[in-house]
């Protein structure tokens, strides 16, 4: 079964950091791609940040690039996502997200076999 499950979420004021977490388990974690996604109140779940099965980052959505970074950890089947600068317009509920190793559209929702629960992000002015 798999399981991906987040961790890390919280308040913080506006300019703060947080740094999220996501462990897998019940899959070859290096047969996946992974991804962030965001969700706020009202909106669509978006695309956040990808990265391939190696440690290779794949993109970043416009909105975050040069504020978050992803990475992950293949001895300990974790991905994390770093934030750093936050906005008022980053509070969302937070995904990770798992798409076969070998494909395209990684920012793409319908790309992702496997989602976590997720996690909340409120950034407060």
């Known amino acids: 079964q798999v399981q991906l499950v987040e961790s890390g979420g919280g308040l913080v004021q506006a300019g703060g950091s947080l740094r999220l977490s996501c462990a897998a388990s019940?899959?070859?974690?290096?047969?996946?791609?992974m991804g962030w996604f965001r969700q706020a109140p009202g909106k669509e779940r978006e695309f956040v940040a990808a990265?391939?099965?190696?440690?290779?980052?794949?993109d970043y959505a416009s909105p975050v690039k040069g504020r978050f970074t992803i990475s992950r950890d293949n001895t300990k089947n974790m991905v994390y996502l770093q934030m750093n600068s936050l906005k008022i317009e980053d509070t969302a509920v937070y995904y990770c997200?798992?798409?076969?190793?070998?494909?395209?559209?990684?920012?793409?929702?319908?790309?992702?076999?496997?989602w976590g629960q997720g996690t909340q992000v409120t950034v407060s002015s």
């Open positions: 997200a798992a798409a076969p190793r070998f494909g395209s559209n990684w920012n793409r929702i319908r790309s992702y076999d496997y």
């Open positions: 990265i391939n099965w190696s440690g290779v980052t794949l």
């Open positions: 019940g899959l070859t974690f290096t047969s996946y791609r």
